[in-house]
């Protein structure tokens, strides 16, 4: 099989290894030709866990941070042992405010849903994990909530959007039928708020991704989260970054209309089979 061709340059950013920023004309291709190659490989087939990950992050794709760290190692071997169970499921892909969303199945009745949440991960981890987290589970759809790490790291909004439409690319690449949920990046700190100017243009930006891509939808989570002055509400975020089980109540009733224009979850009312 003749692989697609490569064009990069890498750049390193303070701290070494940690932020490095690649530009590539041909990057949605790199990522499609590595991960066709992986799933073709005999090792592959038998593998006992996840593969390893490119051990310098100039080889990741994406922009802005990379590079594994041990929950991340631990909760993809996790994710690797619960593969057959998870197959078929609407996939939350995320950081440590999915991670912590445990009661998915009590909160869409009649909906498979698989938590694939790692606290501390961002926009570049995802492109890495993707394939082997979601992909493989030939997921029935894919809720995303991804960008605060990137935006506290310093990455620019832009860059972060890139990495999210990198991976809706790689989503309805898989199969165009599997309906992507974008999620608005949550406020952040108590008053004043953390830049809510730097969230709201990624957000802005997010929203954009989606438009003209049938199957693509947003999830608007900042009027129930956010104060007035753009700060992440006390009563639903008690240190000011994480939900509590009022705030993930919160996230649920504006997730559920998305989740209803995908065809995912039930009209309210009606009974799924």
Not at 80 to 92: M, T, Y
Not at 134 to 144: A, C, K, M, N, T
Not at 213 to 227: E, K, S, Y
Request: hydrophobic letters at 45%.
């Amino acid at each position: 099989m003749q692989a697609a061709n490569i064009f990069f340059c890498s750049r390193r950013i303070q701290p070494a290894g940690a932020v490095v920023t690649i530009t590539n004309m041909h990057l949605s291709h790199w990522i499609t030709a590595t991960l066709a190659l992986f799933a073709l490989s005999p090792v592959a087939a038998v593998a006992a866990g996840p593969r390893p990950v490119p051990q310098d992050p100039a080889d990741w794709p994406g922009k802005g941070i990379a590079g594994a760290y041990d929950l991340w190692t631990e909760r993809r071997a996790l994710f690797w042992q619960e593969r057959e169970q998870d197959r078929g499921a609407v996939v939350f892909l995320g950081d440590s405010i999915t991670q912590g969303w445990r009661a998915l199945d009590e909160t869409f009745p009649g909906m498979k849903a698989a938590n694939r949440g790692i606290g501390s991960d961002t926009s570049r981890r995802l492109l890495v994990r993707l394939q082997e987290d979601v992909l493989d589970l030939d997921p029935r759809g894919v809720v995303l909530l991804i960008g605060i790490n990137d935006l506290a790291a310093g990455v620019p909004p832009a860059d972060v959007a890139d990495n999210i439409r990198l991976l809706v690319d790689a989503i309805r690449r898989h199969n165009p039928k599997t309906p992507v949920i974008l999620c608005h990046v949550m406020p952040w700190k108590k008053e004043p708020g953390r830049y809510p100017e730097r969230i709201q243009r990624l957000n802005a930006l997010i929203s954009g991704i989606a438009v003209g891509r049938p199957g693509v939808f947003v999830c608007d989570t900042w009027p129930g989260l956010a104060t007035p002055a753009g700060a992440a509400r006390p009563d639903l975020f008690p240190d000011g970054l994480h939900l509590n089980a009022e705030g993930y109540k919160a996230w649920a009733a504006s997730l559920r209309p998305a989740l209803r224009r995908a065809g995912l979850l039930p009209e309210a009312g009606v009974t799924s089979r």
